[in-house]
Structures are given as structure tokens and as C-alpha cells.
């Protein structure tokens, strides 16, 4: 059971915005869990629909069309479904062209007649395969050339990220890339009810949406919040 009384809409301490509450995975999940999660009022959702996969250069996720369509089965509505694409890096790393991983990714969910809200570039390392060790400057340059290439496809998008992670792959938490880019970001305080960086980075000072748990009572999402 995920929670069972929650306000799915709240509203923020500024009143700027109201909160929806989200789930998101990697692992494939069943129409019957996603049934569950919209009718406990987790009504946003987040898929892994690439993933970095260093040892072929990076993949699709395959689970991600089943996923999607159980999703939508069970009642999610494609404007709240976001994908998440976790790129391939590392100079060890027989990583495809940005711009391919992304392309591979586009022509999945075109031929599984997806509709997706945004994409969530998710800048996180990975040791087990060597992700982002380029330096920290080396890697500032990675990251906006991923960021091109989002913007060559002219993708909504946004960036999946926390405070700790961005100070290990950039030196620093107060290096900026863009913070006009929305901001999905972990911060595990079990905290639901604001979208305030208590460690502000990147230059955002809030974010779009919030990893809040890693682990629901279920075991397949992470919990979150966004703003509507």
C-alpha cells in the first residue's frame, strides 16, 4: 500500500502553484500496481524509457512500452506520463552519439504510439560502469552537448538531478548549465508538501518536481511530487 490518505493537490507555501503527487520506475510494473498507485492519488508518473546500458553503449529501456501502455490501462492520462532518459558516458564507454541515443529513444516511443508529457535528462553517476568521469569541466561540456541535442529535437524537457550528484560530476554545486531548464531533483526527507531547494545547486532555487522517498511500500516506484 503506498499511502492511504493523501492530498493530491496541495497548495505550495507561496501559493504559485498546486502539487500533484507522482510515482516513477525503472523496473517493469503491471496494470494492477499502476491501478493502485492512481487510485491511492499518485496521478503523475515517470518511466525509464532509456537507459545508459555502458557496455552497448546505451538502450532503450525494454521494459518501458509494456510499462507505458499497463500505465495508461490503468488510467493515467499521456500528459501526465514524463520519460526519463539515463544517457550513456564515460571515456571506457563504447557510448553512442548523444544525438543517436536520443534519436533511439524518439523512435521507440513513435512506434509504441506514445505520448509523453517531457523528457527528465538524468545526470547521475553511475561507478559501477563509469559514467562521467570526464573532469569536472570535461564533463560541464558532456552535459551541454546532451542538453543540444535535447534542443536540436526541440523536446519538452527537463533535468533529473540532486545536490550531491551535481557537486561529484561538476566540482561544484554552484556550477550552472541552465537553470531556466526545469528541475526534477531527489532529495530523500520525506518531505511532500514543497518544491524548495533546502540545498540549492545548478542555480535553481526550486524545482519542478521532487523525489521525496526512494522506495514505496510496494517496492517498484521512488515517490514524488510536481508542480501542476
Same mark, same amino acid.
Given at each position: 500500500?503506498?499511502? =492511504? &490518505? ?13 502539487? +500533484?503527487? $507522482? +510515482? ?8 494492477? @500496481?499502476?491501478?493502485? #498507485?492512481?487510485?491511492?492519488?499518485? @496521478? ?8 545508459? #546500458? ?12 509494456? =510499462? ?20 550513456? @558516458?564515460?571515456?571506457?564507454? /563504447? ?35 563509469? @559514467? ?21 529535437? &526541440?523536446?519538452?524537457? $527537463?533535468?533529473?538531478?540532486? /545536490? ?10 554552484? +556550477? +550552472?548549465?541552465? =537553470? ?19 540545498? /540549492? ?12 522517498? $526512494? ?14
Amino acid at each position: 500500500m503506498l499511502c =492511504s &490518505t493523501i492530498l493530491v493537490l496541495a497548495v505550495s507555501a507561496s501559493s504559485a502553484y498546486s502539487l +500533484v503527487h $507522482g +510515482v516513477d520506475n525503472s523496473a517493469p510494473v503491471d496494470n494492477r @500496481t499502476y491501478s493502485k #498507485a492512481i487510485g491511492d492519488g499518485f @496521478t503523475h508518473l515517470v518511466i525509464r524509457g532509456y537507459e545508459q #546500458a555502458c557496455s552497448s553503449g546505451g538502450q532503450v529501456d525494454p521494459n518501458f512500452p509494456s =510499462s507505458y501502455h499497463n500505465a495508461r490501462a490503468a488510467g493515467y492520462n499521456s500528459t501526465e506520463i514524463d520519460v526519463y532518459w539515463f544517457p550513456c @558516458t564515460g571515456t571506457n564507454n /563504447p557510448c553512442k552519439f548523444y544525438s543517436e541515443q536520443l534519436a533511439e529513444l524518439g523512435a521507440m516511443l513513435h512506434a509504441n504510439q506514445t505520448e509523453i508529457g517531457r523528457i527528465w535528462l538524468y545526470i547521475e553517476n553511475d561507478p559501477s560502469c563509469g @559514467t562521467w568521469d570526464y573532469g569536472a569541466d570535461g564533463n560541464v561540456h558532456e552535459a551541454m552537448a546532451i542538453i543540444a541535442a535535447l534542443r536540436n529535437e &526541440t523536446y519538452n524537457f $527537463g533535468i533529473y538531478s540532486s /545536490p550531491g550528484e551535481w557537486e561529484t560530476i561538476f566540482g561544484s554545486q554552484h +556550477v +550552472v548549465l541552465d =537553470s531556466s531548464i526545469p528541475l526534477w531533483f531527489a532529495t530523500y526527507d520525506g518531505d511532500d508538501s514543497s518544491l524548495t531547494l533546502s540545498s /540549492p545547486f545548478g542555480g535553481w532555487r526550486t524545482g519542478k518536481g521532487k523525489q521525496y522517498r $526512494g522506495r514505496s511500500a510496494s517496492g517498484v516506484f521512488n515517490l514524488d511530487i510536481f508542480a501542476s
